[in-house]
């Protein structure tokens, strides 16, 4: 069963920023590819696409979050952190790490920034920022 341990977030003032980081184990297939992403949600909002990308590299943002926010891996394999800058109230969320593999070469557009596309998740981490 994969695992997905998150960390960072906090509490910040608007304009500052915060670094999320994600690590999913136990993952099934020795060789495989697979997308692994940041979601986030507000209390009675449906969970948001922040971030995704591919076992390739191929990223994705949400337009929400262009400019301002940007994933890297520390170039290790199934590792997503998440770099959030120019914070402002309205990225208030707990974020969620969401991780899915597959058979098969990766196809660019492949990983979505859709919810019910993966099917493992951490456990969320709180990110609130004041004004």
């Known amino acids: 069963q994969v695992q997905l341990v998150e960390s960072g977030g906090g509490s910040v003032q608007a304009g500052e920023s915060l670094r999320l980081s994600c690590v999913a184990s136990g993952h099934t297939y020795t060789i495989s590819s697979y997308c692994i992403a940041w979601f986030r949600q507000t209390p009675g909002k449906e969970r948001e696409g922040v971030a995704t990308v591919d076992s390739d590299g191929n990223i994705q943002y949400a337009d929400s979050v262009k400019g301002r926010f940007t994933v890297s891996s520390d170039n290790a394999r199934f590792r997503l952190n998440l770099q959030m800058n120019s914070l402002q109230p309205d990225d208030t969320a707990v974020y969620y790490c969401?991780?899915?593999?597959?058979?098969?070469?990766?196809?660019?557009?492949?990983?979505?920034?859709?919810?019910?596309?993966?099917?493992?998740w951490g456990q969320g981490t709180q990110v609130t920022v004041s004004s």
């Open positions: 969401a991780f899915d593999e597959f058979f098969g070469t990766v196809v660019p557009g492949h990983c979505t920034l859709r919810a019910p596309a993966y099917s493992n």
